[in-house]
């Protein structure tokens, strides 16, 4: 998938969404998981997204299991029931597929390829810097947190519950920001928000395979939503 264009990328995943939600059966839930988890296995070549999407479904499975085993018509056991657990099971299975759709389609982008297709776009070069940085929020941050931890640490400073706002919390926060003020600084120096002409980004490489898949995906999720509800 790391070949496809960005766009095809997020169309696959919309589409994912898509067939979940307006379809609602566990049978399609699961099927549009599967197909997720395969593609960005994949493309990433090891069990990251699929490791990734059941880690994130476990919390959501057992609230499901929580929230609703108890609640239903066919008492099987203790504060669980047959109609429960089937309502709680169907949930889950929805959630895992959207949560295995956004995964595998953000294990297949690249950061700066999303900044290239969004520059030539016709959202511009300021919403391409915006979802670029934005994007870039959370290795930043864990790359500012490991570099509080090691200057803490060559410190000799002890880090408990007590300090972590003082000795973490806020060197995280400071740095970010100050890296976000450096940027914009550098920014505002080459015009970045003066109108005219502009050195562009490389575009990103769109094969005809891509242009077919984003026209036929969402042609396909169309015919089999229509097809189930008529």
């Not at 998938?1 to 696959?12: C, N, R």
């Not at 940085?133 to 864990?142: E, F, R």
């Not at 919390?169 to 920001?177: D, F, G, N, T, Y």
């Not at 003066?194 to 898949?213: F, I, K, N």
Request: proline residues 4%.
């Amino acid at each position: 998938m790391q070949s496809l264009h960005p766009a095809t990328v997020v169309t696959m995943a919309a589409c994912g969404w898509f067939l979940t939600l307006a379809l609602n059966t566990p049978v399609a839930s699961a099927s549009v998981a599967l197909i997720a988890l395969a593609c960005g296995t994949a493309s990433t070549r090891n069990a990251s997204v699929i490791l990734t999407t059941v880690a994130l479904s476990t919390p959501a499975a057992l609230s499901m299991l929580v929230i609703h085993a108890p609640y239903g018509d066919h008492q099987v056991l203790p504060l669980i029931t047959a109609d429960g657990l089937a309502l709680a099971g169907n949930l889950t299975l929805r959630f895992c597929a959207l949560m295995s759709c956004f995964i595998a389609a953000m294990a297949a982008l690249r950061i700066a390829d999303i900044a290239k297709w969004l520059q030539v776009s016709r959202a511009g070069h300021k919403v391409a810097y915006i979802v670029g940085a934005s994007l870039q929020t959370l290795p930043q941050g864990a790359h500012a947190w490991c570099c509080v931890r090691e200057a803490n640490q060559l410190a000799g400073i002890s880090v408990t519950w007590r300090n972590t706002i003082s000795r973490v919390i806020v060197p995280v926060i400071a740095r970010l920001l100050t890296q976000g003020t450096q940027r914009g600084q550098a920014l505002a120096a080459v015009g970045f928000d003066q109108e005219g002409q502009r050195s562009l980004l490389r575009p990103v490489a769109d094969t005809m395979v891509s242009r077919v898949l984003r026209l036929v995906i969402p042609l396909i999720s169309l015919v089999v939503v229509i097809a189930k509800w008529t």
